[in-house]
């Protein structure tokens, strides 16, 4: 059995609720380790700010590889699951604005670990998984269960996802929020109806 098939089984079987915990509280340590630090940041040190001991780390993810893939996993699926919040919540171009901030800041915290992901999403099935859902999400933003489309015919929401990261690359590289920002007004400006 492979290390991901070995993960996909174990993320079929429910957790218990304190193991659940020391999950959650791992990858939320080990996300900001990772964009602070890089691939490089100490499994030590992320167990000591989880609060659990290595031994609970290696269990749960027997790599560093694993941890990586398992925090890109849960931040991709939080912020599919934030479509749909915000398209409830604020009005349509403003929901599509604050998902798309929030594409920006996920891909800039994805720098720190860019070679540990490069190591971990070899499998192409599985970033054609990640766009599709990606995609998914922004066609909600961009069709909204009540009310028309806030974008104009023509633009696909693959479309949109390929110029955000885009953008996320040009900002990134540049090390400057502030241009995605910007790039991001002008986005929305060729996708948005007059």
């Known amino acids: 059995m492979t290390g991901n098939d070995g993960d996909t089984a174990r993320s079929r079987r429910p957790l218990r ?27 030590k040190d992320i167990a000591r700010a989880a609060g659990v001991g290595v031994g609970t780390l290696y269990r749960r993810f027997p790599s560093k590889e694993l941890l990586v893939a398992a925090i890109y996993r849960l931040e991709v699926q939080r912020l599919c699951e934030a479509a749909p919040h915000l398209a409830a919540t604020q009005p349509p171009v403003d929901a ?21 992901l490069r190591v971990v999403l070899t499998d192409d099935s599985e970033k054609l998984q990640t766009r599709a859902m990606l995609a998914d999400a922004i066609d909600h933003l961009l069709t909204p269960a ?17 110029a955000l990261g885009g953008i996320s690359l040009m900002a990134g590289n540049e090390n400057q929020r502030d241009l995605a920002t910007r790039l991001i007004d002008l986005l929305l400006h060729g996708i948005v109806k007059n």
């Open 17 to 43: 609720a304190d193991a659940q915990r020391n999950e959650d509280r791992l990858l939320e340590a080990a996300a900001a380790a990772f964009a602070r630090e890089g691939a490089g940041a100490s499994v």
């Open 96 to 116: 599509l604005r604050t998902w798309m901030e929030r594409f920006i800041d996920f891909m800039a915290a994805k720098q720190g670990m860019a070679d540990a």
């Open 146 to 162: 009540t009310g028309p489309s806030v974008a104009r015919p023509e633009v696909k929401a693959h479309d949109v996802l390929m």
